[in-house]
């Protein structure tokens, strides 16, 4: 290939102007026109999915509880309100009732 001009050949030519070139369509290139259509029916039926989604009829299902619930917590506090034991700390702890019993029997504290 030589970057030389060539001067035999006329640059510009009188005649008609180039015409895009067309080719054949194959099935791996869709028209734009296919494409609209497609993306026009996705977004219908999408559409169609969330307008009717609250008013088809649905039975829920209960879900099983699991884990800890609230007697789960109020029977570790019962228990440990109504029984004799030793704190993480090693403090001793008694019955509620046996507490307000000694309370009564002994007095509570006075200053002088």
């Known amino acids: 290939m030589s970057y030389r001009p060539n001067y035999s050949v006329s640059r510009y030519t009188a005649g008609r102007p180039a015409q895009p070139v067309r ?38 299902q209960p879900a099983p509880v699991t884990g800890n619930t609230y007697r789960t917590y109020v029977n570790d506090a019962r228990t440990l309100l109504n029984s ?3 704190t993480m700390e090693g403090k001793v702890h008694i019955p509620i009732d046996r507490a307000m019993d000694l309370i009564v029997e002994r007095g509570l504290p006075v200053r002088e």
Do not use: H, N, W
């Open 23 to 60: 080719t054949a369509r194959t099935m791996t290139e869709p028209s734009l026109s296919r494409l609209m259509i497609a993306g026009l029916m996705v977004f219908l039926v999408l559409s169609l999915v969330v307008l009717l989604a609250g008013r088809l009829p649905f039975t829920p």
């Open 84 to 86: 004799y034991g030793y």
